[in-house]
């Protein structure tokens, strides 16, 4: 053999080696960023509302917080002057503080179609308060005392085909209800399935799992299982298997879950799936509290609801998680952010942040789904939450695991700041692709099975069948579940065509029934190539 053949190999050799010691998973994207290192509070709980304001709150014995109420007001019967909830603008980036009475710790809460938050329980005097924030310059939260039969600490909310919200569980409440109420002697019927679910030492079936199927009822997970309920008759509708494994999947072993995104054809949905992710085993909750802290669950299951027959199908994370949000991106991928990888939810009980998130494309092939973005600085453990912004960055705030506000000395302080994830969908080298919405208008009015025409510009040219478009659901996000969290991708019957010099025209038609997307606002979103535009807001009505 040559000299310079043997070299030649030689060179193979090394080139062969590097390869196989280069890093497994190298695709990483996204980008982080500080929009505002202090809010004064720590955001607890998140709603985007429908003129781009973001509500937020946290409780109001954590004392005093960074930001004070305006004019040196003070909360009725308190020495602390504080803002315990403020509203964030998203396009000025500025805060104002906001004045909640009573306590909204643990809370939980609906947009509704009017576009008015409305807020139920917390803890202590806001067990059963009803608060109520109509978003304006110089607004401010109203409290109905005894808007709800029912204590509601930890419950979860969805809004329903007929514009009420239903508010599920809580602690130590196994029954369900309704705001506003039919009449003032509607009760609370008692759901047993939280009892069943129920761990009397741990609970593990707090903040439930709640969708809305396209048939009308509710899929609620809880603990490790699920059922479809009909919340009109009590009824439990089917029962879904227990998840492989059996590991508890709700506060405290707090994973997240959505409904993946609903494709209408014709319609209907062919296919109605969700998917749960993380959480903690079994035991971590007791043992974390004598100080051991067990690594948290890197599985995810996924099951087809529709299915005459539905069973779990497992798959691995490449990042272990609990305490994990699980958002809905507009071009229908999961992102998977916050979090740690070790410990349960609970004031102390978290270790060793999980900083990068997780991509999750539920049309790939098992195996090659998920895929580890850049990481955050921060670490956002309990108490910390993110929501999807009209423009396609998600909101990341919170982080408090202790029971007061605390900056020093501990292991993970109390967050104040208000950082951006944007998704490499959002990077510079995409800016061709991008579709700009021209029409409709923002605010307009979506009729139900109606058609819609979507205008929109791409500057470098457009593949006309991978366009499609999305209608997405603000959702109400706190301890690691969006309440309410949606994705549509609309029927658009491949009718993409150009209009003119790098204008284009889609036909979607809109969802048949206030069962696929309750009567509310909606981000509707033009995506080419899974690269989303900025949304525009819309109002689906009947
Ligand atoms: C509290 O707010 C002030 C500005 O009002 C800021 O300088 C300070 O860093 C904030 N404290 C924390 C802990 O973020
Ligand atoms: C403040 O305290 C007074 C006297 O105890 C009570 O009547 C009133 O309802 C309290 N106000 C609030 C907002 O809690
Ligand atoms: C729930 O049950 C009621 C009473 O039988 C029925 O009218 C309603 O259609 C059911 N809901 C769904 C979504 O099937
Ligand atoms: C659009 O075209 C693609 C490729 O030709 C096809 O697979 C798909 O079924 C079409 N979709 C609709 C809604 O007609």
Request: proline share 8%; net charge positive.
């Amino acid at each position: 053999m040559a000299f310079s053949t043997i070299l030649l190999y030689h060179h193979l050799l090394i080139l062969v080696l590097f390869l196989l010691h280069a890093p497994p998973c190298p695709a990483a994207g996204g980008s982080w960023s500080i929009l505002l290192p202090s809010i004064g509070i720590s955001a607890m709980h998140m709603q985007l509302l429908p003129n781009d304001r973001v509500v937020m709150y946290d409780r109001t014995d954590f004392g005093v917080s960074n930001i004070s109420l305006p004019n040196g007001k003070c909360r009725p019967n308190s020495t602390d002057c504080s803002a315990h909830s403020v509203e964030y603008d998203v396009i000025s980036n500025t805060i104002r503080p906001l004045m909640v009475l009573t306590n909204v710790w643990c809370s939980s809460g609906t947009l509704m179609p009017d576009g008015r938050l409305v807020q139920t329980g917390g803890w202590a005097d806001g067990y059963r308060r009803v608060k109520i924030y109509k978003s304006c310059s110089k607004c401010d939260w109203k409290e109905i005392p005894n808007g709800l039969n029912q204590q509601r600490w930890y419950a979860t909310n969805h809004l329903l085909p007929d514009g009420r919200q239903i508010i599920i569980g809580g602690r130590q409440a196994f029954n369900y209800e309704f705001y506003p109420k039919m009449s003032a002697s509607e009760n609370s019927p008692s759901f047993p399935f939280l009892v069943q679910t129920n761990d009397p030492n741990v609970e593990n079936n707090l903040y439930p799992f709640v969708f809305l199927y396209p048939d009308g009822n509710l899929f609620v997970f809880a603990n490790n299982r699920a059922i479809l309920f009909n919340y009109s008759k009590n009824q439990v509708v089917k029962t879904y298997p227990t998840m492989p494994g059996g590991q508890p999947r709700n506060y405290p072993s707090t994973g997240s879950a959505v409904l993946l995104p609903l494709r209408l054809k014709k319609g209907i949905v062919e296919s109605v799936e969700v998917l749960v992710c993380g959480g903690a085993p079994k035991g971590a909750f007791a043992n974390a509290n004598n100080g051991r802290f067990d690594g948290a669950l890197d599985t995810c299951g996924r099951i087809k609801i529709s299915d005459p027959n539905p069973q779990w199908v497992m798959e691995t994370m490449p990042l272990a998680r609990v305490m994990g949000d699980m958002l809905l991106l507009p071009n229908g991928h999961v992102l998977i952010i916050n979090g740690a990888s070790a410990g349960v939810a609970g004031w102390e009980l978290g270790r060793n942040p999980v900083l990068s998130p997780v991509t999750y494309r539920p049309d790939n092939q098992i195996g090659s789904r998920f895929e580890v973005q850049n990481p955050s600085t921060k670490p956002r453990v309990y108490h910390s939450t993110a929501v999807l912004l009209r423009d396609g960055r998600v909101l990341v705030g919170g982080s408090n695991p202790h029971d007061k506000y605390v900056f020093t000395n501990v292991l993970y302080p109390t967050e104040l700041s208000l950082e951006a994830f944007s998704p490499s969908y959002l990077d510079s080298s995409s800016s061709s692709l991008r579709p700009r919405i021209l029409s409709p208008k923002s605010k307009t009015k979506i009729r139900y099975g109606k058609r819609v025409d979507v205008t929109f510009m791409v500057s470098g040219g457009v593949d006309l069948k991978s366009v499609v478009v999305t209608l997405v659901s603000p959702s109400f996000n706190t301890h690691s579940f969006s309440m309410n969290q949606r994705l549509l991708v609309l029927d658009s019957g491949n009718s993409t065509k150009a209009l003119g010099k790098s204008t284009y025209k889609v036909s979607v038609t809109a969802p048949p029934s206030g069962n696929f997307a309750p009567s509310s606002n909606y981000i509707l979103y033009v995506v080419h190539k899974e690269i989303p535009s900025t949304g525009i807001w819309v109002r689906m009505q009947r």
